[in-house]
């Protein structure tokens, strides 16, 4: 079964910095994309980055220049280094291998998980 694992989450100040990560056992995460989403209390699920199998990147307009999105294939884990956080950040984050990509719809491989709290406050 492919389950990926998040955590980094906590809670900052406006301005400061996370490190997410997602891992997974007993499969390898560099032969599909990973994508990042994150769900705001109310909002529906957004996707944030993607990086794909031969590392090209992805990012939702509002992140970019202050998200990076990297894999680090040693430890098979996908990593989302989020900095200059603001409010609007907070969410729930999530990550899932997916077939191409994207940051909308599509076709994913497993299912969601517990994801990792992330609260920004101003």
């Known amino acids: 079964q492919l389950q990926l694992v998040e955590s980094g989450g906590g809670l900052v100040q406006t301005g400061g910095s996370l490190r997410l990560s997602c891992a997974a056992s007993g499969f390898s995460l560099d032969r599909n994309p990973i994508a990042w989403f994150r769900q705001a209390p109310g909002k529906e699920r957004e996707g944030v980055s993607c990086?794909?199998?031969?590392?090209?990147?992805n990012y939702v307009d509002s992140v970019k220049g202050r998200f990076t999105i990297f894999r680090d294939s040693a430890k098979n884990t996908v990593y989302l280094q989020m900095n200059s956080l603001k409010p609007d950040d907070t969410g729930v984050y999530y990550c899932?291998?997916?077939?191409?990509?994207?940051?909308?719809?599509?076709?994913?491989?497993?299912?969601w998980g517990q994801g990792t709290q992330v609260t920004v406050s101003s």
């Open positions: 990086i794909s199998s031969s590392g090209i990147t």
């Open positions: 899932r291998q997916k077939a191409s990509c994207s940051l909308g719809g599509g076709v994913f491989y497993g299912s």
